[in-house]
């Protein structure tokens, strides 16, 4: 019986995704609830599980193809006979041993009842097509002991390379003098990301305005308390939950900075769902910390933590990335001295995090050095005004350089 594999709902606003990788080739076992594909969407990447056990069939959607939600991605056969025929017809495999031979029509593709439950639990366990083994059994048919020599044949002489579906080409121009360019389609997710960006410079009246941080305080703090902090908490003590509550304390002052446009109207909000710029391995995502203003230090940590490990494991889903009255992009973890972030759509403002290095500063007339960081507040002049985004930026230096103020809401 031949089960048909579709594009699951993918999200809200989300009608089409890109397939990124076939995890099951024809022919292999699929158990229940197993990933068998990925899809990539807008926002982030999406694994398709079997809804049955059985044999991954034919893929109908090729890697690299735009496909609707909906839309037949594939096939899993669960009779006990793997529907890969199109596949082997397009791209036959040599035999690799004499157990890998024409079948007698006693075991044809059509006769599952030519198939004894132990030898339909071989081949499911084993992923092995009965199609193409030659059966030693009265009248031609197959034994546990022929699928089980055909499973050792498979491992032994694996399939080509070339008989699986080819990734997303890259093109490789030399040129006469050997020098080589290589042409790589772009994700669609990184599609979207240069689309969003483009549209937040077309749309916006971008602005940004700096200031520095005298890290001073801060750092002592952790320094102070961050052993006692993962003991209790679980979780290191970060950075960004100190931003996160100084930012809080700006946004409260300044609601515009936590607002957005829609339309010819101003949205204000009295809570604050922090989005944070996390590096993911098919470029930069964005999860969502639902009213960080009312979490504590060890909430804010734990939620950031577990977005990272999400991100890095391909596994953020599209609740996690819904959403967002402001951004947090920390580019000092990369080094980045100062840089002018952009704002994520329809949000109105993001906070750009730098690198700390020890800097000449004047403190009560005299030259110390410090560990300073540069801090970069970019926002939609639109709606927020210069007077009140430097107040904004300012509230932040404040609430970093004296973390007493985040205890005293000042």
């Known amino acids: 019986m031949s089960i048909e594999v579709k594009v699951?709902?993918?999200?809200e606003s989300v009608s089409e995704a890109t397939v990124g990788q076939w995890l099951k080739q024809p022919g292999e076992a699929v158990a229940l609830d197993e990933p068998i594909a990925s899809l990539e969407t807008d926002k982030v990447a999406v694994e398709v599980p079997s809804p049955v056990a059985g044999i991954m069939g034919a893929h109908i959607a090729a890697e690299g193809e735009t496909v609707a939600v909906g839309a037949l991605l594939g096939m899993i056969e669960t009779s006990g006979v793997a529907a890969a025929a199109p596949a082997a017809a397009a791209a036959p495999a040599p035999s690799a041993a004499p157990?890998?031979?024409?079948?007698?029509?006693?075991?044809?593709?059509?006769?599952?009842?030519?198939?004894?439950?132990?030898?339909?639990?071989a081949v499911l366990e084993h992923g092995i097509d009965p199609a193409t083994v030659r059966g030693t059994g009265k009248?031609?048919?197959?034994?546990?002991?022929?699928?089980?020599?055909?499973?050792?044949?498979?491992?032994?002489?694996?399939?080509?390379v070339a008989a699986a579906p080819a990734p997303v080409a890259a093109a490789v121009a030399t040129s006469s003098d050997g020098r080589r360019e290589e042409r790589v389609k772009m994700t669609r997710l990184?599609?979207?990301?240069?689309?969003?960006?483009?549209?937040?410079?077309?749309?916006?009246?971008?602005?940004?305005t700096f200031n520095d941080c005298?890290?001073?305080a801060v750092m002592a703090a952790r320094d102070k308390y961050k052993d006692v902090f993962e003991k209790k908490h679980g979780v290191k003590l970060g950075f960004m939950s100190f931003f996160a509550k100084a930012a809080c304390l700006a946004l409260k002052d300044i609601p515009s900075v936590n607002a957005?446009?829609?339309?010819?109207?101003?949205?204000?909000?009295?809570?604050?769902?922090?989005?944070?710029?996390?590096?993911?391995?098919?470029?930069?995502?964005?999860?969502?910390?639902?009213?960080?203003?009312?979490?504590?230090?060890?909430?804010?940590?734990?939620?950031?933590?577990?977005?990272?490990?999400?991100?890095?494991?391909?596994?953020?889903?599209?609740?996690d990335m819904a959403g967002g009255t402001f951004t947090i992009?920390?580019?000092?973890?990369?080094?980045?001295?100062?840089?002018?972030?952009?704002?994520?759509?329809?949000?109105?403002?993001?906070?750009?995090?730098?690198?700390?290095e020890d800097r000449?500063?004047?403190?009560?007339?005299?030259?110390?050095?410090?560990?300073?960081?540069?801090?970069?507040?970019?926002?939609?002049?639109?709606?927020?005004?210069?007077?009140?985004?430097?107040?904004?930026?300012?509230?932040?230096k404040e609430a970093i350089e004296d973390p007493t103020r985040l205890l005293i809401d000042m």
Do not use: C, W
């Not at 992009?329 to 700390?356: C, D, E, K, W, Y």
């Not at 560990?371 to 005004?385: G, N």
């Open 8 to 11: 699951p709902v993918l999200g």
């Open 99 to 121: 157990a890998l031979a024409a079948t007698p029509a006693a075991v044809a593709a059509d006769d599952a009842a030519a198939l004894s439950p132990a030898v339909r639990r």
């Open 139 to 160: 009248d031609g048919r197959l034994t546990k002991e022929d699928v089980l020599a055909a499973a050792v044949a498979k491992q032994a002489a694996p399939a080509p």
């Open 190 to 208: 990184r599609q979207t990301i240069a689309k969003r960006l483009k549209q937040a410079q077309e749309t916006a009246a971008l602005l940004t």
């Open 214 to 216: 005298d890290m001073s």
């Open 260 to 319: 957005r446009i829609e339309g010819d109207e101003i949205v204000y909000h009295d809570y604050v769902d922090l989005s944070v710029a996390v590096s993911a391995p098919n470029g930069l995502v964005v999860p969502v910390v639902r009213d960080v203003d009312s979490l504590s230090f060890a909430g804010i940590e734990k939620a950031i933590a577990g977005f990272g490990k999400k991100a890095r494991e391909g596994t953020l889903t599209m609740a």
């Open 329 to 356: 992009s920390n580019g000092g973890v990369f080094g980045g001295l100062m840089s002018t972030p952009i704002i994520n759509p329809p949000q109105s403002a993001v906070l750009g995090l730098h690198r700390i």
């Open 360 to 396: 000449p500063v004047v403190r009560d007339g005299q030259i110390v050095v410090r560990p300073m960081m540069y801090i970069a507040l970019s926002y939609d002049h639109r709606l927020i005004d210069g007077r009140e985004a430097v107040t904004a930026l300012k509230t932040i």
